[in-house]
């Protein structure tokens, strides 16, 4: 079994910054691209950035330079470190990895998500 464990959303204000982490632990042979999604309120889920296993990095155009995305291989786990937050960025925010698993083969594998909350 694999499970997929996001933490850090919360409530900030218009132009602060938090930092989402997601672990990924259970019978994992290779995790291979990871990812942070967003969904605000009646909106469809939408790709934040994501990060291949050889470290290639891309981002939704709003989200360039205000977040980056990385990825700690040794902990298998992903980080999204949000700066300059705006309430547009207000939603659930989940993380999404490709994982090879043993006997199985590979699969997306999606958290419960994380609330993010900017105020104005």
């Known amino acids: 079994q694999v499970q997929v464990a996001e933490s850090g959303g919360g409530l900030v204000q218009a132009g602060g910054s938090l930092r989402l982490s997601c672990a990924i632990s259970?019978?994992?042979?290779?995790?291979?691209?990871m990812g942070w999604y967003r969904q605000a309120a009646g909106k469809q889920r939408e790709l934040v950035a994501g990060i291949t296993g050889e470290g290639t990095i891309n981002y939704e155009d709003s989200m360039k330079g205000r977040f980056t995305i990385s990825r700690d291989n040794a902990k298998n786990t992903v980080y999204l470190q949000m700066n300059s937050l705006k309430p547009d960025d207000t939603g659930v925010y989940y993380c999404?990895?490709?994982?090879?698993?043993?006997?199985?083969?590979?699969?997306?594998?999606w958290g419960q998500g994380t609330q993010v909350t900017v105020s104005s």
């Open positions: 259970g019978r994992i042979g290779r995790i291979d691209r």
């Open positions: 999404n990895a490709k994982i090879f698993v043993p006997f199985r083969g590979s699969a997306d594998y």
